[in-house]
């Protein structure tokens, strides 16, 4: 591969940074119009879980083959294809709304098919820019793209509402639509490097055993697997679940104040985006992952005591700010210390090792407080719990403390 370009000047990078753009905000759009079309329009307040579940469950049970898959053809190929068929199923669900088929059923098979295409997009494009960027830039290269995932976020919704109060649902389709082919062309010119592999292509879940067996065997990739399994196992619950119930019980608020802490955590995680793209981190960035996450810990246990919203909001801001600090060093230590030809497989296998477990916390919280347990045991004991387990792997783990 000849030597990449400054990351401004890389023409790849900005037209997957544009891609990228343009993806989150359709994602945004599509995921307010759609939910807000189940609640209002359908009236089927009670069965909106079957159309989350039905997005997921595909999104985490098809990563590692998208990983697979990403390791054996051109990543441009997989991440335009995925695209042009959202592009499809928006205006699939347009024609569906035409002739008045649009329900709850075919809401659910639609976040399905949505879902097992994120599952071969995202993979693809992880393991897409470490080809088009520098070594040297791709600290920076991975804070630009988290810190542009979390801004469509943040202004996703505004414009999914904005295009609500200014269109019917039909309308709002057409607009995702258009925006996911803009997307799809920017991809389209993308100039990848020619993808070399190494020996003939094997089966399917031989692959997939080999990256689990490569993983496994690097410290450093082991080490973030299991950091990741640990903080998703013990955070997303109490964060997704607990912070409602802080919001209506604690500060005594509407939905307007859950809004405030929400807008908080992700002006947080904005914030330490654009910190992180000025000031990557390139020494000890393991050790640095583990130690963010015990400081996360004691902010999501502290958080179920406070009555003051200010300080609720600096605490979910704080907490944002940690969340990019762990994102950003680990997409660039598995991009490091990862073989090219297995990247693909890799990323997808640490996706799946956070992302597969936080359905098991929602469980264990929602759980717990079935069982009348209140939330300022349940964040506090989550919380410093998980604290506790990070120090023990810093400590009984060399390569946590050592590897930059």
């Given at each position: ?221 082991s080490a973030l697997m299991i950091i990741y399994a640990i903080a998703n196992l013990l955070f997303m619950g109490p964060l997704a679940l607990g912070v409602p119930i802080v919001a209506s019980d604690n500060l005594h608020g509407d939905a307007s104040v859950l809004s405030y802490l929400q807008s908080s955590f992700a002006a947080g995680m904005v914030g330490g985006g654009l910190l992180l793209t000025a000031l990557p981190p390139r020494k000890k960035r393991l050790l640095m992952i583990a130690l963010v996450i015990v400081v996360e810990g004691v902010l999501i246990g502290s958080l179920s005591h406070v009555t003051w919203l200010p300080l609720a909001m600096s605490i979910q801001f704080l907490t944002g700010l940690g969340v990019v600090s762990n994102n950003v060093p680990m997409m ?73």
């Amino acid at each position: 591969m000849t030597q990449a370009p400054p990351l401004l000047s890389n023409r790849n990078f900005l037209l997957i940074w544009c891609s990228s753009i343009l993806g989150n905000l359709a994602l945004a759009v599509a995921t307010l119009s759609e939910t807000w079309f189940v609640v209002k329009t359908l009236d089927a307040k009670t069965q909106l879980g079957y159309v989350m579940i039905a997005g997921s469950v595909p999104r985490i049970a098809l990563m590692a083959f998208g990983g697979v898959l990403a390791d054996r053809m051109q990543r441009t190929r997989i991440i335009k294809s995925s695209l042009s068929l959202r592009v499809l199923l928006m205006l699939a669900l347009v024609a569906l709304l035409w002739g008045g088929h649009l329900n709850i059923w075919t809401m659910t098979t639609f976040a399905f098919l949505y879902g097992a295409l994120d599952a071969f997009f995202w993979p693809a494009r992880d393991a897409l820019l470490p080809s088009v960027v520098s070594e040297t830039d791709l600290p920076r290269a991975n804070s630009i793209m988290l810190t542009t995932n979390q801004i469509g976020l943040v202004f996703g919704p505004v414009l999914g509402g904005a295009l609500l109060a200014l269109l019917d649902y039909r309308g709002v389709f057409i607009c995702t639509a258009v925006i996911l082919a803009a997307g799809t062309a920017c991809v389209m010119a993308v100039r990848e490097p020619r993808l070399v592999r190494h020996g003939e292509a094997r089966h399917v879940l031989h692959e997939l055993q080999e990256g689990v067996r490569y993983a496994l065997s690097s410290p450093v990739l082991s080490a973030l697997m299991i950091i990741y399994a640990i903080a998703n196992l013990l955070f997303m619950g109490p964060l997704a679940l607990g912070v409602p119930i802080v919001a209506s019980d604690n500060l005594h608020g509407d939905a307007s104040v859950l809004s405030y802490l929400q807008s908080s955590f992700a002006a947080g995680m904005v914030g330490g985006g654009l910190l992180l793209t000025a000031l990557p981190p390139r020494k000890k960035r393991l050790l640095m992952i583990a130690l963010v996450i015990v400081v996360e810990g004691v902010l999501i246990g502290s958080l179920s005591h406070v009555t003051w919203l200010p300080l609720a909001m600096s605490i979910q801001f704080l907490t944002g700010l940690g969340v990019v600090s762990n994102n950003v060093p680990m997409m660039s230590l598995i991009q490091q210390y990862t073989d090219r030809s297995k990247i693909g497989r890799v990323m997808s296998l640490n996706t799946m090792a956070s992302m597969g477990l936080s359905p098991l916390s929602y469980a264990m919280v929602t759980g717990l407080l079935s069982l009348h347990i209140g939330i300022g045991w349940i964040m506090p004991v989550f919380g410093l719990t998980m604290s506790a387990l990070m120090l023990v792997l810093v400590w009984k783990l060399p390569a946590v403390r050592t590897i930059d």
